[in-house]
Structures are given as structure tokens and as C-alpha cells.
């Protein structure tokens, strides 16, 4: 697991770097098999070493690791058991917040909120680390790549830690464009036929013809 656990550092000092998370707000995971790395719990993400980060099992026992594993393993775990990710990373990046603060789920007024699954649910409010919040945002992510936690962050998953991050970095960005169109007016809404188009566009692109 010693990979997967540099990769847990690299990851969390990018997430710094980009404002994404504050000191040791924000947690990542990664799956492999039954086990789970997991960033522990009280350390800032930028300050992360791979031996600081715990190694539990899939029911949530201890398996390696001298600090204890971050509050929120039992939403990634929940998240695990329930879907096929293999990486989460949650943070409470501004504008994600924002509007899980603000809303109830997060419309897609850009065609890219399709890369996340489409419209991205905002989970019930519920306090962080309790078998409530794993089951709202268990629910949230039903056919998402993203949810947003109200009152708290967003969280993202993925088939690699490359795929979850560039998942969040997308749905704060989706947030941020959302946020600052409200400064203009209601932002438009796009369409379940809109949208619908952009897919059979995606799968049937033009076709240029060569110069002979």
C-alpha cells in the first residue's frame, strides 16, 4: 500500500495548493481489494507523510497505522460497499459550500455537469462522522460521480485518486460558475433534451474528410 499512500500526500498537497481544503479539513481514500488507505484524522493535508496514513479493512478495523484513520472513514466506507469507486476525496472547497449551504442540489447550467452524472444532489444535512451522513451521501451518489454535503463540502469518487480529483476540481467549478451567475441574474437551466444532445453529439462527433 506504500503507493497508494504517496499518492494520498500528493493528492492532499494539491487539494492545499488549490484552496480546496484548510489545514486538516478534507479527507481522501483509496481502495485496493479490501483494504483502504485513508488520510488520519487531524493532520494537515499539505503536511502528510505515507507512513501517516492509516490502512483499515472494508467492515472499519485498524489494520496499519499509528494515528487513527480521519472522522469521515465511515462515509467512505459506506461509499465503497455501495458503488464500484476505489477513490473519494471530500473537501470543503468555498463555492462547493456555497451552494451546499445554500441549495438542494446543484442544476446543470453547463453541459460538463454530464461528466459528473448530471445534476449533482446536495445530501441532507447530518453531523460529520455518524452512520446518518454515510447513508445521505451513500444516497446523494447513486448514479453520480460527485454529491455535495449541505452545510459541508462536496465529496467525489472515481476509479483511481487521478479520476476523483479532477471529478472535485470539476464540481467546484461547476459551483463557482453557478455562484457567479447568480451575480448577473438566474443562471439558465439546461434541458433534459439539451442535455440529451450534448450525449448523442459526444457519441457520434463529426467527421472530418481528409484532403486528398
Known amino acids: 500500500m506504500l503507493e497508494l499512500r504517496q499518492e ?3 493528492y492532499g498537497r494539491r487539494a492545499a495548493d488549490l484552496g480546496l481544503v484548510i489545514g486538516s479539513s478534507g479527507n481522501l481514500s483509496v481502495r485496493d481489494g479490501d483494504l483502504v488507505a485513508v488520510t488520519p484524522s487531524g493532520v494537515a493535508l499539505d503536511a ?6 492509516p490502512i483499515v479493512s ?3 478495523h485498524l489494520v496499519e497505522g499509528e494515528l487513527q484513520p480521519s472522522s469521515e472513514t465511515p462515509m467512505h466506507l459506506a461509499v465503497y460497499a455501495a458503488t464500484g469507486a476505489t477513490a473519494i476525496v471530500h473537501t470543503h472547497a468555498m463555492f462547493s459550500t456555497v451552494v451546499a449551504s445554500t441549495r438542494t442540489e446543484l442544476p446543470p447550467v453547463h453541459y460538463n455537469a454530464l461528466l459528473l ?4 444532489r446536495v445530501a441532507p444535512y447530518a453531523t460529520y462522522g455518524t452512520p446518518e451522513l454515510a447513508e445521505n451521501v451513500r444516497t446523494a451518489l447513486e448514479g453520480r460521480k460527485a454529491a455535495l454535503m449541505a452545510n459541508h463540502g462536496g465529496v467525489s469518487v472515481g476509479a483511481n485518486l487521478a479520476d476523483a480529483f479532477e471529478a472535485t476540481r470539476l464540481l467546484e467549478w461547476l459551483c463557482e460558475l453557478y455562484v457567479r451567475s447568480h451575480t448577473l441574474g438566474e443562471p439558465n437551466v439546461l434541458t433534459e433534451e439539451q442535455l440529451a444532445q450534448v450525449v448523442d453529439r459526444a457519441l457520434h462527433p463529426p467527421v472530418f474528410p481528409r484532403r486528398d
Open 117 to 120: 452524472g448530471g445534476t449533482v
Open 8 to 10: 494520498l500526500c500528493a
Open 48 to 53: 502528510l507523510r505515507p507512513g501517516d496514513c
Open 58 to 60: 472494508l467492515d472499519g
